[in-house]
T-cell receptor, first 113, second 113 residues
Framework: SAVISQKPSRDICQRGTSLTIQCQVD?????MFWYRQQPGQSLTLIAT?????????ESGFVIDKFPISRPNLTFSTLTVSNMSPEDSSIYLC??????????FGQGTRLTVV | QKEVEQNSGPLSVPEGAIASLNCTYS??????FFWYRQYSGKSPELIMS????GDKEDGRFTAQLNKASQYVSLLIRDSQPSDSATYLC?????????????FGPGTSLSVIP
């Protein structure tokens, strides 16, 4: 399985500001996925990031709020823009395995105050 | 909308007992099925994957898949306190790393010493 490193692991941010989360994978992968896990909830897919093209966003998520970059096959960033307390969540980066499994980074715990 | 449902928790079992976790899914064309374990404050960890009807055993874990009934289950034998966690059922439409994973709401398991 791939080794996925996410930074930062946690942050406390003021409302109205933005935070960029980085995801680094130790091998080249075509697709990277960004998930959100709100307190006490399951994982919700935000978007799929394919290198060389625009990210594909799920219903309820928009690029202006969650811009994503995918500059190469091992790296992606997710920005949470103009944050409000409702954005307080764990954000997870994921890549697929050889047998379609999903593997996750350690997550970024975001608190917006 | 594709959905994944899990039996509501929390589920409490005594140490040494069998824990049974259930999951149903709405997309009849789903091809890949996974169980993840998530400890509080941690990211999900893959514990089982299953792709064909029947049972798949790995140590104390057995996954069961019935595509006709659109049903997946996870049995944990000889439950240990360290098994106390939230278990997430996940379903994928295909068998490649390109496909999205849809997660269920999770079932919280508590193993009582």
């Amino acid at each position: 399985s791939a080794v996925i490193s996410q930074k930062p692991s946690r942050d406390i941010c003021q409302r109205g500001t933005s935070l960029t989360i980085q995801c680094q994978v130790d091998s080249q992968v075509t697709m990277m996925f960004w998930y959100r896990q709100q307190p006490g909830q399951s994982l919700t897919l935000i978007a799929t990031a394919n290198q060389g093209s625009e990210a594909t966003y799920e219903s309820g998520f928009v690029i202006d709020k969650f811009p994503i970059s995918r500059p190469n096959l091992t790296f992606s960033t997710l920005t949470v823009s103009n944050m409000s307390p409702e954005d307080s969540s764990i954000y997870l980066c994921s890549v697929g395995g050889l047998r379609a499994e999903a593997f996750f980074g350690q997550g970024t715990r975001l608190t917006v105050v | 909308q594709k959905e994944v449902e899990q039996n509501s928790g929390p589920l409490s079992v005594p140490e040494g007992a069998i824990a049974s976790l259930n999951c149903t899914y709405s997309d009849r064309g789903s091809q890949s099925f996974f169980w993840y374990r998530q400890y509080s404050g941690k990211s999900p960890e893959l514990i089982m994957s299953i792709y064909s009807n029947g049972d798949k055993e790995d140590g104390r874990f057995t996954a069961q898949l019935n595509k006709a009934s659109q049903y997946v289950s996870l049995l944990i034998r000889d439950s240990q306190p360290s098994d106390s966690a939230t278990y997430l059922c996940a379903v994928k439409g295909g068998r490649t790393s390109y496909d999205k994973v849809i997660f269920g709401p999770g079932t919280s398991l508590s193993v009582i010493p």
